[in-house]
């Protein structure tokens, strides 16, 4: 079975710009969350997705927003970017809310 | 407030010898406890998860962690350690609940082996 997979791996922007990145859960897991890995704030959350529906948004601002699609993927979106979002972006799926998560490689975005 | 404390920020081991990462955590319920390790570029591989029932749960790659209710700590433990162990470990705590997945990770051990 393949597992997460995250696209583009990588992702050079600059600053104002906007930028999609997209992730493709295991096959048959329904449960899609994000996270933004940074050397300083570490791993946070930034929201979770279940059947298309937004169940949980962690403390980031509404540039960062993000949906769901009925195959399940998900994509994310940063609209106007800063300095401050270079970070890994990191998806993980499960089968249902409160199951183990199998998290992807990542999009490492730079914001120039 | 939940939070997951990982109070050491580098360990350096050598190869064979045991190791011990330790983690802490605070929670209002009772929490779903994880261990995952990422190598440098990669994301996040889960070592092993605490769900409920046995205190001591085994991993992949000889790793093991036990669950300690009373100190709100689940550390990680290998008895020998290999080169290839080297690597960032991150202790990470979830709701039982159900009504959601968002996890919460500590700021990581990164862990160095000597040969």
């Known amino acids: 079975k393949a597992g997460v997979t995250q696209t583009p791996r990588y992702l050079i922007k600059t600053r104002g710009q906007q930028v999609t990145l997209s992730c493709s859960p295991i096959?048959?897991?329904?449960?899609v969350s994000w996270y933004q890995q940074t050397p300083g704030q570490g791993l946070q959350f930034l929201f979770e997705?279940?059947?298309?529906?937004?169940?949980n948004k962690g403390n980031f601002p509404g540039r960062f927003s993000g949906r769901q699609f009925s195959n399940s993927r998900s994509e994310m979106n940063v609209s106007t970017l800063e300095l401050g979002d270079s970070a890994l972006y990191l998806c993980?799926?499960?089968?249902?809310?409160?199951?183990?998560?199998?998290f992807g490689p990542g999009t490492r975005l730079t914001v120039l | 407030a939940q939070s997951v404390t990982q109070p050491d920020i580098h360990i350096t081991v050598s190869e064979g010898a045991s190791l011990e990462l330790r983690c802490n955590y605070s929670y209002g319920a009772t929490p779903y406890l994880f261990w995952y390790v990422q190598s440098p570029g990669q994301g996040l591989q889960l070592l092993l998860k605490y769900f409920s029932g046995d205190t001591l749960v085994q991993g992949i790659k000889g790793f093991e962690a036990e669950f300690k209710r009373s100190q709100s700590s689940f550390n990680l433990r290998k008895p020998s350690v290999h080169w290839s162990d080297a690597a960032e470990y991150f202790c990470?705590?979830?709701?039982?609940?159900?009504?959601?997945?968002?996890?919460?990770f500590g700021t990581g051990t990164l862990l160095a082996v000597q040969p």
């Open positions: 993980a799926s499960s089968l249902l809310a409160g199951d183990e998560q199998f």
């Open positions: 096959s048959g897991h329904r449960s």
């Open positions: 997705y279940f059947s298309e529906t937004q169940r």
């Open positions: 990470a705590v979830g709701a039982q609940s159900g009504a959601t997945n968002k996890l919460i």
